[in-house]
């Protein structure tokens, strides 16, 4: 009785064991289940966003014509000083860019930032050129950045002076000429002549009182005076018109520039007589400068996707500089961090925790979305150290990373895409878009570009160029050059001092 009990006993524990087997199996298979399930619809969901951004963020050669008709519009609105314009097409009283026949030492400053720098150069004339240059550059005290104006242009006065002091045997100015200065400022100015004009107001961090309203050439001069410097300056200019007349300099094709790096720009050369609102005397040279400040450039035809919606909503100046806003690079690191927060919350992209580096607005800066764009290794090491440095996630799939890497891609390429339309409607401006009608061949243009973004941002730059290819077509693009200008605004400064010297009329 008692080995039938045992039996008994053993056979249910048995039993029991194979039915909790059983049920584990079935456990494990239903997670599983459900684990690949989740797995697809994490999946599913970022295969439906990422289709959304492709969408949202396309910029077909059809729309970017419309763009380019669109901005020329807002061009022919500026020039005649219709308030209403997106684009200020702003005057720059600079007529007379650099030949080559400029000789000389010629002083700049070039004010745009926490920092400034003092340059002179010593130009020997078509034959030689620039014989030598020099610069130094000077870090303003945070202090400076919101005190007085006297305080302010009394020490950049006193730089410029040291700076004056250090002059060495291979820079020569002629006897009983004074010193002559081309100072690039930007900050937005209404400008009265090559010379002069009025601050509207401090940008960067500046909070100067007393300036805004004010006549910055004269602010500077007197400080000059102050410091004993005997220094006259002749041309007032922004870092683009600089670029403009760097690139003129080296090659005397370039009829614009643009500036594509934290933020951006572009100045070109127009025919005086199709400025209307003009008022003075036409120019001898019949042309002018004009800087276009179209970075605050907006029209229902730009491809604005619900990411460029938010941080323009979140931005310190929401519905200004929306162009500026979908292709520089103070915003394209973060419109693809938005991207990748919108994967993040909605398909888990980085696991089931969304990163909390990845909250943060401009976490994700454009130089490391380039590095990230351009990394080919076969496992995309360099994109997954990028992650684990700014995110915060120490393991990323493979998949994850060609994700990110295609969100990169996107976002780059509308951005150049968007900067070409740009260019392309300058050109159309000016006649230089197509071959003309009577079979003549379309002269040599040359665009003088500058700026991190153009210059470090390869993948960015070689799509610029293609697109401005494909929208110009094959016979006029071949008369079209992209040129980088670098640097080219600090000495385009002191080209502009000679250009527009007192003492040109006698040289």
């Excluded at 202090?143 to 004056?164: N, P, R």
């Excluded at 690191?333 to 993040?344: H, Q, S």
């Excluded at 090491?381 to 994850?400: A, C, H, M, N, R």
């Amino acid at each position: 009785m008692v080995k039938a009990t045992t039996v008994g006993t053993a056979v249910v524990v048995c039993a029991a064991v194979g039915v909790a087997v059983v049920l584990a199996r079935r456990r494990r298979r239903r997670d599983a289940e459900l684990l690949g399930s989740a797995a697809a619809e994490r999946k599913r969901r970022a295969a439906a966003i990422i289709e959304d951004v492709e969408r949202s963020l396309s910029s077909p050669t059809a729309l970017l014509r419309g763009i380019a008709d669109a901005m020329v519009v807002e061009m022919e609105r500026g020039l005649k000083g219709d308030i209403h314009s997106c684009l200020k097409m702003l005057i720059s009283y600079v007529d007379n860019l650099p030949t080559g026949d400029e000789h000389g030492l010629f002083y700049a400053l070039d004010l745009g930032g926490t920092n400034f720098r003092v340059i002179r150069v010593q130009l020997g004339g078509r034959e030689k050129r620039v014989v030598k240059q020099q610069y130094e550059e000077v870090s303003i005290p945070p202090h400076l950045m919101v005190g007085t104006s006297i305080e302010l242009f009394d020490f950049i006065a006193a730089a410029l002076a040291k700076f004056v002091e250090t002059e060495g045997g291979d820079f020569h100015l002629p006897e009983g000429r004074q010193r002559e200065l081309g100072f690039t400022f930007s900050f937005p100015v209404h400008q009265n002549s090559i010379s002069s004009g009025t601050l509207i107001k401090w940008t960067k961090g500046f909070s100067i009182n007393g300036t805004v309203g004010e006549d910055v050439v004269a602010e500077l001069s007197r400080a000059m005076e102050r410091q004993g410097l005997d220094m006259k300056v002749t041309a007032l200019v922004n870092d683009t018109v600089g670029t403009l007349a760097g690139g003129r300099y080296m090659d005397n094709d370039v009829v614009a520039a643009v500036i594509l790096g934290t933020g951006t720009n572009a100045a070109y050369v127009e025919h005086a007589n199709a400025i209307p609102k003009w008022t003075g005397l036409l120019p001898k040279s019949g042309n002018m400068v004009i800087n276009t400040e179209w970075g605050s450039f907006k029209s229902e035809k730009l491809p604005l996707s619900e990411y460029d919606k938010a941080m323009d909503f979140d931005s310190l100046n929401p519905g200004e500089q929306i162009y500026e806003k979908m292709i520089s690079g103070m915003y394209l690191g973060e419109i693809v961090r938005r991207i990748l927060l919108k994967l993040a919350h909605d398909a888990s992209l980085f696991g089931d925790v969304v990163p909390p580096k990845l909250e943060h607005p401009f976490v994700l800066r454009t130089p490391d979305m380039s590095a990230m764009h351009h990394d080919s290794s076969h496992d995309l090491k360099i994109l997954g150290e990028k992650l684990k440095d700014i995110v915060g996630v120490s393991d990323t799939s493979l998949e994850v990373r060609y994700i990110t890497r295609h969100i990169c891609d996107i976002v780059a390429e509308r951005g150049a895409r968007l900067a070409a339309a740009g260019i392309y409607s300058i050109l159309k401006k000016i006649g230089r878009d197509k071959v003309p009608s009577d079979g003549s061949k379309l002269p040599r243009t040359v665009i003088a570009l500058d700026g991190g973004l153009y210059e470090h941002y390869k993948k960015f730059s070689s799509c610029l160029e293609a697109t401005l290819t494909d929208l110009l077509g094959e016979e006029a693009s071949s008369s079209v050059v992209a040129k980088l200008a670098n640097d080219g605004s600090g000495i385009g400064a002191a080209l502009l001092a000679a250009s527009h010297s007192q003492y040109a009329v006698f040289d």
